[in-house]
DNA sequence: CGAATCCTCAACCATATGGTTGAGGATAGC
DNA sequence: GCTATCCTCAACCATATGGTTGAGGATTCG
């Protein structure tokens, strides 16, 4: 029942430091060297190394040995899946698509689905909530 | 210089666990205790709480104290955050590699290898990226 | 060749995570 | 009042994370 995701793991967990989506940030903009990933970071390059193979693991970077460097693109393949995993909750921050929209600052999309919140087919034992009436 | 996104850190964090995306799944079909929370995860009680603490650490539950019962409602505002990370990525797996390419560094040639950066004072060129500041 | 460069590896350290158990505070129910 | 229930807290443990330094492999350059 607990279905396991320990890709959906790796993502997010690769998300969840600066330095990392700092580096993504900077791959998006083109392919750079470990050293170059590292140069910005106030750490060690050894340090950055590892954070490079966080990313690597969970498969959002791609590396090719060139020599004595390594060249490292992003893979944003991976990111699909959290964004994926994420959409489901849009419609419960419906009640809030102003902050939305104040964060993205894109045009909003148009209606995806269903912008309702909750009153799907998916009731998994919605428990009576206790304490809902007291 | 690398600017800092606790709340990002926090939010990518807490997803980076199942069992709290699990939580997160069932909360979205109405509020529950940290008791229901619990009950289906293989683990006790007060690991559970823990996990329950570190999405309201990172906002994404709201706890009502219902007399003994710790009432816990979704929060997902904070989600939409994480969406707007994630969504600059988007041009990059929506099949426009070709924007990749563009973005890629000056030499055209589609090996990324090609990104060789000077031999010895590299000049990363550093496109307009989100937030970009070193 | 020899030296500089790029990067990984291994060892080490401090702290965080994720889990357990046991104690116990606060309520609810009898 | 007494007890059962719900949940947190504290202590503890194992392992993971995030950082350091030092050694050194592999290339590239002079």
Redesign the pocket.
């Known amino acids: 029942m607990v279905e396991d995701s320990p890709e959906l793991d790796?993502v997010f967990?690769a998300l969840?430091?600066?330095?990392?989506r700092e580096m993504l940030r900077r791959l998006a903009t083109g392919a750079?060297?470990?050293?170059?990933?590292?140069e910005p970071?106030?750490?060690?390059?050894?340090?950055?190394?590892?954070?490079?193979?966080?990313l690597?693991n969970a498969g959002l970077v791609e590396?090719t040995?060139?020599?004595?460097?390594?060249?490292?693109r992003l893979r944003s393949a991976p990111l699909a899946g959290a964004v994926a995993w994420l959409r489901f909750y849009e419609r419960f921050w419906d009640e809030r698509i102003d902050a939305l929209e104040r964060v993205l600052d894109r045009p909003p999309a148009p209606d995806p689905a269903q912008a309702r919140p909750g009153t799907s087919d998916e009731t998994p034992s919605r428990s009576p909530a206790?304490?809902e009436a007291?």
Chains 1, 2 share one sequence.
């Not at 969840?16 to 990392?20: I, N, Q």
């Not at 040995?65 to 490292?72: A, D, F, L, Q, T």
């Open positions: 790796a967990h969840a430091h600066d330095a990392r750079l060297t470990v050293g170059q990933l590292a970071l106030l750490m060690s390059l050894a340090a950055a190394s590892k954070h490079v193979k966080v690597e590396r040995v060139m020599g004595r460097r390594h060249v490292c206790p304490g007291s």
